[in-house]
């Protein structure tokens, strides 16, 4: 099965419009690569509108970090699909470790994010679903047990026809913004078992990207890709080097 790779950078909350300008204009000069590699990039929100005037008329797709569950109201501080959507965002990241670990993103509060990006009617967004186990679950060889949960917990009512919408990124905590990347053994492993896990659920579970996230550099991208299901990444520190960057998403190419 044949999937576009994919290549998600996410700023967390680093960068500035000065950055915004210089990535857009390295991934501007790569006009080839970009019809082959799907490029997301998810600055702080507030950094949207900036990206929107860079990208407008290039193939380079944007994405938020979050987004609040509710439609609006009363959520100081928050953001809404609507408010994303409205500056550009196409893409959705949702439950990525650090939101997990010290945001209050419980497996329910994902999975209603999950559900309110995919039955969103004013647009159609995609989710990017990160999942992931820590360092003592690795250790305690629980890695398959937490993926799983943190994947039925947060698909529990997607169906097979919103799962076209559905990207999925394991990022093992251990090996996020640490320089200690799984091995490309490693991350098959685990995105060979998410792939069976989808195949049991889901039909059409075999287009579904699967990224693999945590300390992906330009110099480990390609032997990271060149495994089966790794599909491409979602990238932390690197992203914000636009010649990093740009080898990275090179390498998956590389995979095409
Ligand atoms: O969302 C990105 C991941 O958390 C990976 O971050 P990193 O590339 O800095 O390790």
Not at 10 to 21: E, F
């Amino acid at each position: 099965m044949q999937r576009q790779p994919v290549v998600i950078a996410n700023w967390k909350m680093n960068g500035n419009r000065q950055l915004a300008k210089q990535m857009a204009e390295a991934l501007r000069e790569e006009a080839g690569l970009l019809s082959q590699v799907q490029v997301v990039v998810c600055p702080p929100a507030v950094l949207l509108p900036a990206w929107q005037q860079h990208v407008f008329y290039d193939a380079v797709h944007l994405g938020a970090q979050d987004v609040n569950e509710f439609e609006h109201g009363a959520h100081t501080g928050e953001h809404s699909l609507a408010l994303l959507g409205e500056a550009g965002a196409e893409y959705i990241l949702i439950g990525h470790s650090e939101r997990r670990q010290h945001y209050g993103d419980t497996d329910a509060r994902i999975s209603a994010k999950v559900n309110a990006v995919l039955n969103y009617q004013a647009q159609q967004l995609k989710v990017v679903l990160c999942v992931g186990e820590t360092e003592a679950e690795r250790e305690t060889h629980q890695t398959t047990t937490v993926v799983e949960a943190q994947l039925s917990a947060a698909l529990e009512q997607v169906t097979a026809a919103q799962m076209t919408h559905v990207v999925i990124a394991y990022e093992p905590v251990w090996a996020i913004g640490t320089g200690k990347t799984a091995s490309p053994a490693q991350a098959q492993e685990v995105h060979r078992f998410i792939r069976s896990w989808l195949q049991q659920k889901y039909a059409a579970a075999d287009t579904v990207p699967l990224l693999y996230g945590g300390s992906v550099k330009a110099d480990n991208a390609e032997t990271l890709f060149a495994e089966q299901d790794i599909d491409g990444g979602l990238i932390g520190g690197a992203s914000l080097e636009p010649d990093a960057f740009v080898a990275i998403c090179r390498a998956a190419v590389a995979r095409s």
